[in-house]
Nanobody
């Protein structure tokens, strides 16, 4: 059974940076795709960024230039570097991994990011 463990969330001030990490374990397959999504109170979950096993990245248009996604395939780990954080970035950030043949989506439990002065 696959488990996704997220870490790195917390309270930061506007303009500061934060790096989230997510490690997939419990399966021998390297995730075909890993990504980060977020959900703010009262809003729908939305894509932040994703990256494939071939290092093809996708970013939400509203976040381009402020976030960078990367992965370590040998460790089945994905990272999200966030810069110039704004209060509207406050949300629960979820890690997703697409693993196996056929591919199955797995989700982490989420990590809270709060941007406030």
């Amino acid at each position: 059974q696959v488990q996704l463990v997220e870490s790195g969330g917390g309270l930061v001030q506007p303009g500061e940076s934060l790096r989230l990490s997510c490690a997939a374990s419990g399966n021998s397959f390297v995730p075909a795709e890993m990504g980060w999504y977020r959900q703010a109170p009262g809003k729908q979950r939305e894509l932040v960024a994703s990256v494939t096993i071939l290092d093809i990245t996708t970013y939400a248009e509203s976040l381009k230039g402020r976030v960078t996604i990367s992965r370590d395939n040998s460790k089945s780990t994905v990272y999200l570097q966030m810069s110039s954080l704004k209060p509207e970035d406050t949300a629960v950030y979820y890690c997703k991994a697409k693993i196996g043949v056929p591919h199955v989506d797995y989700w982490g439990q989420g990590t809270q990011v709060t941007v406030s002065s």
